[in-house]
């Protein structure tokens, strides 16, 4: 990102690009090309898909538990935060546009942007064990281990410049000690490795049950819909990377906010959806009269 410089004089600041176009072409600021048909279309997919699972788990819940688990409670937690996402995802959409140049930005608009971008670093969640073996240990780690990485990313976030408005607007007068966009880079990360212990772990769980091999292939299945939070994954991490090294970081922010939303929303496929059948089996039964 370039820092400010000073404004000759005799010139309106609000013509003044945030980047310089590569060809010398004067900016298109009132109509820039951009790809907010594609981000709203991605965004209103992801964003049934996970209200389509997490209402299938909340059915599962209320049906078969007089008593919710703290899962539960962390999945409708977690829904809301998902919600809160995708209002800052559409407000993206107002207030610059998704794929759209860094040099068909006003400068003057890039404090606003740049505070927004901050939210780019979603949380992941996952899974937890019933018991105290090696699949259970490795849960509960990963647990551990997301809680204290993001408390040490959002306390060093808001530590990482003196000050504190100097984080989103460069022109204030300050110092920063690392930039703040490097967590970007870091968090997609974690967040791949996290996914991936989450998509090996239960496969040697299911290949151990005491059922048919049709029931274990079929079941092996629907939990590795994880894969796509691994691709997910690693393309956001490919995207944070590539914004981190670029100029034109309005642009190429537009990749890591769209393969955040598929990274989350494939996370409530997985979490929530394999309830599915057995809302099915409860709400057969109850309806046939049988007891459960």
């Not at 298109?28 to 389509?52: E, T």
């Not at 992941?124 to 490795?138: E, M, Q, S």
């Not at 306390?155 to 984080?167: K, S």
């Amino acid at each position: 990102m370039s820092h400010s410089s000073p404004i000759p004089e005799g010139i309106d600041p609000s013509e003044i690009p945030a980047l310089a176009h590569p060809d010398g072409l004067r900016p298109n600021f009132d109509n820039p090309p951009n790809g907010n048909p594609a981000a709203y279309a991605c965004i209103i997919i992801c964003l049934l898909l996970a209200s389509v699972s997490a209402l299938t788990r909340t059915c599962f819940m209320l049906l078969t538990r007089t008593i919710p688990r703290i899962e539960d409670y962390l999945a409708v937690a977690a829904f809301a935060l998902y919600l809160t996402y995708v209002y800052c995802a559409f407000w993206f959409m107002d207030i610059c546009g998704y794929y759209v140049h860094q040099y068909n930005v006003r400068a003057v608009d890039m404090t606003e942007i740049l505070y927004w971008t901050r939210i780019f670093t979603p949380k992941t969640t996952t899974k937890r064990g019933r018991t105290c073996n090696t699949f259970a240990f490795i849960c509960y780690s990963l647990i551990v281990l997301n809680i204290a990485y993001y408390s040490s990313v959002i306390i060093a976030g808001n530590l990482a410049c003196t000050p504190y408005e100097r984080i989103w607007d460069y022109s204030v007068e300050g110092t920063c000690s690392f930039d703040p966009l490097i967590v970007l880079v870091t968090t997609g990360g974690i967040n791949l490795v996290s996914d991936l212990c989450i998509l090996i772990m239960p496969q040697g769980k299911i290949w151990h049950l005491n059922m048919s091999l049709q029931k274990k292939i079929s079941v092996s299945i629907v939990f590795s819909l994880g894969l796509t939070c691994i691709i997910a994954a690693s393309i956001r991490v490919w995207a944070g990377v590539n914004a981190y090294v670029s100029d034109d970081k309005v642009y190429n922010i537009a990749d890591v906010a769209l393969w955040c939303m598929v990274e989350i929303t494939m996370g409530f496929v997985v979490f929530c959806l394999p309830m599915a059948p057995k809302v099915y089996y409860v709400r057969r039964m109850l309806r046939f009269g049988t007891n459960i």
